[in-house]
């Protein structure tokens, strides 16, 4: 596993008046996953902290992705914590919630006042509420979206300014930009990986993963073949290719794939990427279920994990600003992700003008009304529950089994490996 470090002064922040103030030179460990996506973010955050009062020392620590960053902490939580602050996925918090690394931030978020007038809205918080409590506050959130090419859409016979809003007619976009020839594909949905993208699939037939008791599984039924049907479907009639993330982004940014479909979080990144090879748009997930469809929200939130009392209160301090509306909307100009500070939403000053400015941003904002939490599997086993799901589910992009199939095994394994009730 790749850790890079690096230090950067940084100042705490003026959040926590009924705190006492902390010593001078505090030095803290903050960790958090994917820096190809969020280093921006933070470092822009950071500048803007040091500026506050620079008695508090920033010692960073990242990670490739968030299954290194949980490892990452599960084993120092063995030894000897070094980390003070972990942004780490929503899904994963509450594995830390039921080890008793993760601590309740609700007391401190109380201490200052109202959370709802500080932007911490009941929605947001619920992003990040696990194990019975507060174990984090919510940095970034996202939900899919797709990227489309509009030169080829132009090409193929489509409009952009009027994409196709189910499937059914993507398949066939899809089938007239492959028909272009020299190489190009049409649309490539980001399944490998973790258990997100299937869920948006699921949540947008109305499905659940688990039953209300968290006692058995609730995926295997009709929204569940649903969402493996369409995966397949994607294969058979939208001509979908079986390639790996890293491929099929590079594909898109090199102007040979027309629809990509993925999370809001990558946008900053692929706007890099493809600089001036194609005109770039985004717009919403075609919808599946007008009703009762729903859609993950991926990302991360702070989760605070420091004893010592004044690390602990300089890592608070950091979380409070990162999470403010300052600090969400730095983070959302840096990204692509939806903002997780209601202030920044709904006061002008913040975010307005940047929307109004940047409409590549704005597919993820329309479908926020539509965003419920991403789905965290209990038990000591979640992680395996989660690789169980990409694996079968590969074996539908590579043509190797049907849904109905697919549906039964996966089903079968998640059943073994979820946590046996007690009683």
């Known amino acids: 596993m790749l850790i890079k470090r690096r230090a950067l002064a940084a100042s ?9 103030r902390a010593q001078q030179n505090v030095e803290i460990t903050v960790h958090y996953a994917q820096p190809v996506i969020f280093k921006e973010s933070y470092d822009a955050i950071a500048g803007a902290f040091a500026r506050r009062e620079p008695n508090i020392r920033i010692n960073w620590v990242t990670t490739p992705n968030y299954e290194e960053g949980m490892q990452l902490i599960l084993r120092q939580a063995a030894t000897n914590l070094t980390v003070d602050l972990s942004y780490q996925g929503f899904n994963r918090l509450r594995l830390f919630a039921e080890r008793g690394i993760a601590q309740d931030l609700m007391p401190l978020l109380r201490a200052e006042g109202d959370p709802a007038a500080m932007g911490y809205s009941p929605n947001i918080l619920s992003l990040a509420h696990f194990g019975g409590f507060q174990s984090g506050l919510a940095y970034a959130a996202s ?15 489509g409009n952009p300014d009027a994409m196709p809003t189910d499937w059914p007619g993507i398949f066939q976009l899809s089938q007239r930009i492959r028909a272009l020839g020299g190489g190009t594909e049409g649309m490539w949905y980001a399944w490998p990986g973790d ?3 299937f869920s948006a699939l699921l949540f947008g037939h109305g499905g659940r993963m688990l039953s209300e008791d968290e006692r058995d599984i609730a995926f295997a039924g009709p929204e569940g073949l649903g969402a493996l049907r369409l995966l397949d479907r994607m294969v058979k009639e939208g001509g979908m290719p079986n390639l790996a993330r890293d491929a099929a982004q590079q594909a898109f940014a090199a ?3 027309g629809m990509f479909f993925w999370t809001t979080a990558a ?3 692929t706007m890099q990427q493809v600089g001036r090879n194609f005109e770039l748009r985004t717009t919403v997930m075609p919808v599946i279920n007008a009703e009762r469809g729903r859609l993950p929200t991926g990302g991360a939130a702070g989760m605070l994990i420091a004893r010592d009392a004044a690390k602990r209160e300089a890592a608070w301090k950091f979380l409070r600003f990162s999470t403010s509306a300052e600090g969400t909307t730095l983070m959302v100009q840096n990204t692509g992700y939806v903002p997780t500070n209601q202030l920044a939403i709904d006061e002008p000053r ?3 003008e ?28 979640s992680v395996r529950v989660t690789q169980t799901m990409v694996d079968q589910q590969a074996r539908i992009v590579e043509q190797r089994a049907t849904p109905e199939q697919v549906l039964a095994e996966m089903a079968s394994e998640v059943r073994r490996l979820l946590p046996r009730p007690r009683g």
């Open 350 to 352: 913040w975010l307005a």
């Open 255 to 257: 102007g040979r794939l």
């Open 12 to 20: 705490a922040a003026l959040f926590a008046p009924q705190l006492a």
């Open 143 to 157: 939900n899919p979206i797709m990227y489309f090419n509009a030169d080829l859409v132009r090409r193929a016979g």
């Open 195 to 197: 258990d997100w993208m």
């Open 354 to 381: 940047f929307y109004r400015q940047n409409p590549l941003f704005q597919a993820a904002t329309r479908q926020a009304n539509i965003m419920i939490p991403w789905y965290a599997f209990p038990g000591a086993n």
């Open 267 to 269: 946008l900053r990144g």
